[in-house]
């Protein structure tokens, strides 16, 4: 129903910003109260596009979805059958690019279970398709990170957001010894600077630098 799609959507982003992927939310509108204005060419800057649901997607949506594929995309999809695909699991060779057809809406059940084994399966779909961007250690999945680069000023950022609070009485818990590792496209880096609310400056820190990673 309406709220197992909304789950997988809201299942599909908490997935994606805990295993650190960046990603961004493409809108359409439904063709009746909002034009349905999606292009080919508003996908062509991405190699995979992730739709947590096609059920009641406009035709001009359906063809834009088999056109990206079809000039070598990558699409996920949880309901092949509602774009005239048989209910297989598993990659669907289309044109010059694939489908991956998943039956089970595993980011609606992360959503509302939290199970991470959810998680990591859909991880498992991806990584073929993603840069090693971002990796962040001992933070159990409430620390993520969004990177910017920033190729006016040669810097690249890296936002840092906890996630561990507790609701009932207003409270972030602190996280220590996080170890981050990121891949820059500087080609050199001379230093590493913190930036927080907690400190009243600056605060420089040690790294390292090789193969294009800074950790």
């Not at 059958?81 to 297989?88: I, S």
């Not at 089970?104 to 959810?118: F, G, N």
């Not at 600077?193 to 605060?203: E, G, I, M």
Request: one cysteine or more; glycine letters at 6%.
């Amino acid at each position: 129903g309406m709220r197992n799609n909304t789950d997988t959507y809201l299942g599909l982003c908490q997935m994606l910003a805990e295993s650190n992927i960046p990603f961004d939310v493409v809108f359409d509108g439904d063709g009746q109260y909002l034009n349905d204005s999606l292009t080919l060419q508003d996908l062509s800057i991405y190699q995979m596009v992730l739709i947590p649901s096609v059920v009641d997607i406009t035709a001009q949506q359906e063809t834009v979805i088999k056109e990206f594929v079809h000039s070598g995309g990558v699409a996920l999809v949880f309901d092949p059958q509602e774009l005239g695909f048989p209910a297989v699991e598993g990659l669907y060779a289309y044109g010059n690019g694939t489908f991956y057809f998943m039956l089970e809406k595993k980011p609606a059940l992360y959503y509302q279970t939290y199970d991470d084994t959810y998680r990591t399966s859909i991880g498992d779909v991806l990584l073929p398709y993603i840069d090693d961007l971002l990796t962040i250690e001992n933070a159990n999945r409430k620390i993520v990170g969004y990177p910017y680069y920033q190729p006016e000023q040669q810097r690249q950022v890296l936002h840092l957001i906890n996630y561990d609070c507790g609701s009932l009485f207003d409270i972030i818990w602190p996280k220590s010894n996080i170890e981050v590792r990121l891949k820059t496209m500087l080609p050199s880096v001379s230093s590493v600077t913190v930036l927080s609310p907690d400190f009243s400056s600056r605060k420089g820190l040690p790294f390292t630098f090789a193969d294009g990673y800074v950790a």
